[in-house]
């Protein structure tokens, strides 16, 4: 079975453009987080997708958004980028997001922007 | 507070050596979920064991086992028989039981592992 794949895997952007980043999941999951991963704040909880329906949020403003797919793929966008948005974004899928199951992550996308 | 806490950023160990990777947790939730995970310099995520809080023997996956102290709260890696390619960042990860199916992991600072020749 096919793991979870990200696209692109490297990015730069200027400061002020907007950033879409894709993520499918294992074939069969339902459950679609993402996280930003930074050397300063470490790992940090974006939001989690599940059914097209975004059923949990991190702390992240209103500029970092996404949205799930009928097929379970799912995009977060970053509009108006900072330069403090240079990060690791990891996709992870589990088939429903239940407590006990782990979480499977994709290679990450690296964003720099400039 | 934090709700993961890896208290050696880094560790050391020779090859063909067991080394213990520690991990303390903060949760009042009596259902979650602990997990470790590798990361090598690629940025992969891979997913190397869990335990659960109502598993009452400690996790094993090959060379990887879990020291899992419920009233200490921790949830300690153990890598046994080291080799070069365990060198790597190493965390530790938690999941409470929020219910409504919305977890989320929440993850410790890391500890980067060294295996030396």
């Known amino acids: 079975k096919a793991g979870v794949t990200q696209t692109p895997r490297y990015l730069i952007k200027t400061r002020g453009q907007q950033v879409t980043l894709s993520c499918s999941p294992i074939s069969g999951h339902r459950s679609v987080s993402w996280y930003q991963q930074t050397p300063g704040q470490g790992l940090q909880f974006l939001f989690e997708?599940?059914?097209?329906?975004?059923?949990n949020k991190g702390n992240f403003p209103g500029r970092f958004s996404g949205r799930q797919f009928s097929n379970s793929r799912s995009e977060m966008n970053v509009s108006t980028l900072e330069l403090g948005d240079s990060a690791l974004y990891l996709c992870?899928?589990?088939?429903?997001?239940?407590?006990?199951?782990?979480?499977?992550f994709g290679p990450g996308t690296r964003l720099l922007v400039l | 507070a934090q709700k993961i806490t890896q208290t050696q950023p880094g560790m050391f160990v020779q090859e063909k050596e067991a080394v213990t990777l520690d991990c303390t947790y903060d949760?009042?939730?009596?259902?979650?979920?602990l997990f470790w995970y590798k990361q090598p310099s690629s940025g992969e995520m891979i997913f190397l064991i869990y335990q659960g809080s109502y598993d009452q023997q400690n996790a094993t996956e090959g060379r990887y086992s879990l020291n899992f102290q419920k009233a200490r709260k921790s949830a300690n890696l153990v890598i046994s028989a080291s080799q070069l390619g365990d060198s790597a960042m190493y965390f530790c990860a938690m999941r409470e039981g929020l219910g409504g199916g919305s977890e989320k992991l929440v993850f410790g600072k890391g500890t980067k592992l060294t295996v030396n020749p």
């Open positions: 992870a899928s589990s088939p429903q997001g239940g407590l006990q199951e782990t979480q499977y």
């Open positions: 997708y599940f059914s097209e329906t975004q059923r």
């Open positions: 949760t009042s939730d009596p259902s979650y979920g």
